[in-house]
């Protein structure tokens, strides 16, 4: 049988699930910056960002548990330990920064790296006939692009 159980060629879901896997381990760096951005934003713009780190973060833990269970769902392995996904993630790391600009950049930075996987992982699931990641990754490419849009014209 070279079909899935869902009835997807089997070679392009084991493919699918290393990529989602990659964008997964991108989204736990993602998370752990803003909790970062969060905790130790200064300035008198605090409120506002404060607030505004914690919708995301809280919209991206979200988004971890849509992508994990996907990755079951095709009946690959979610991964789940800090040390695989700092192998994997190629989301920059943001250390102790407390500065508004510098903040909105990384969330701006992280966004595109989170974009480019998952236009990547687009192109994937349509060739696999897989909608159900398709229609995923659409959804989470529309709002990035919107916040992406929103962070930048705070950013001018
Ligand atoms: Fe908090």
Do not use: C
């Not at 994937?124 to 989470?140: K, R």
């Amino acid at each position: 049988m070279n079909n899935t159980i869902l009835g997807l060629d089997k070679k392009k879901v084991e493919q699918l699930s290393t990529e989602l896997n990659e964008l997964l381990a991108n989204f736990q760096i993602y998370y752990q910056n803003l909790r970062g951005l969060h905790w130790n934003i200064k300035g008198k713009s605090f409120f506002e960002l404060h607030l505004k780190f914690e919708e995301l973060y809280t919209d991206a833990q979200e988004k971890i548990d849509l992508v994990a269970e996907r990755i079951l769902t095709l009946e690959g392995k979610p991964l789940h330990t800090f040390e695989d996904y700092l192998k994997t993630a190629s989301v920059p790391v943001g250390k102790n920064i407390s500065n508004d600009k510098e903040a909105v950049e990384l969330v701006v930075s992280s966004l595109a790296e989170l974009l480019r996987v998952e236009r990547r992982i687009l192109t994937l699931a349509s060739s696999a006939d897989d909608e159900g990641t398709n229609s995923m990754m659409s959804d989470f490419i529309t709002e990035q692009e919107k916040t992406t849009w929103m962070l930048k014209s705070w950013l001018a």
